[in-house]
């Protein structure tokens, strides 16, 4: 893989080089559909909001502003997509135990695969706002300033969500004695 930044590539693509666009789906693709899967619950369908995510970032690419971050760019329309697909269906898949994660060995995801369900189960149970930036915060590692980047949310903003998403998970965990 090519050490090029990522506006590098933007700009690269921009004046029609198309390979470095590759580039950046080859850097996104995992992070994007762990976000989308987190959210929406669903591994086809988190596909599917990846393929629509690149999509959409390339059609809309010469509106990319390269002083700012691609990664919270393209979160931001991962994000979007996802709760336009919430918004469109209201109902929830179980989430396949095989899709889970790509890095656990056999002995790792039989030891945690109740647990991980039980938390997939109560963030489920959250509402999309709060879900998302726990999703962005504990699962992508994202800092305050990123997620209020992708959502377009202040930090304090993002702060008290994520203050109140805890408080909400934990009593979920609490009440299902978990």
Not at 118 to 131: F, G
Not at 168 to 177: Q, T
Request: aromatic share 10%; charged share 30%; with cysteine.
């Amino acid at each position: 893989m090519n050490d090029k930044s990522d506006s590098a590539l933007v700009k690269d693509c921009l004046s029609g080089n198309k390979k470095s666009f590759e580039e950046l789906v080859e850097r996104y693709t995992k992070p994007v559909f762990n976000v989308a899967l987190r959210i929406i619950n669903n591994y086809d369908d988190a596909a599917e909001i990846v393929q629509t995510t690149f999509i959409k970032a390339f059609e809309n690419l010469h509106s990319f502003d390269t002083k700012r971050k691609f990664f919270s760019w393209i979160y931001r329309i991962a994000t979007n997509e996802s709760l336009n697909y919430l918004k469109a269906r209201k109902q929830h898949d179980q989430l396949s135990e095989e899709h889970v994660s790509y890095e656990q060995t056999p002995a790792e995801k039989i030891d945690s695969e109740e647990t991980d369900q039980q938390l997939q189960d109560a963030l489920m149970q959250l509402s999309p706002d709060y879900r998302i930036v726990l999703v962005l915060c504990h699962f992508q590692n994202l800092s305050y300033k990123e997620i209020g980047s992708i959502l377009d949310l202040p930090e304090k903003t993002v702060k008290s969500r994520l203050f109140s998403a805890r408080k909400n998970l934990k009593g979920i965990l609490e009440r299902e004695d978990i």
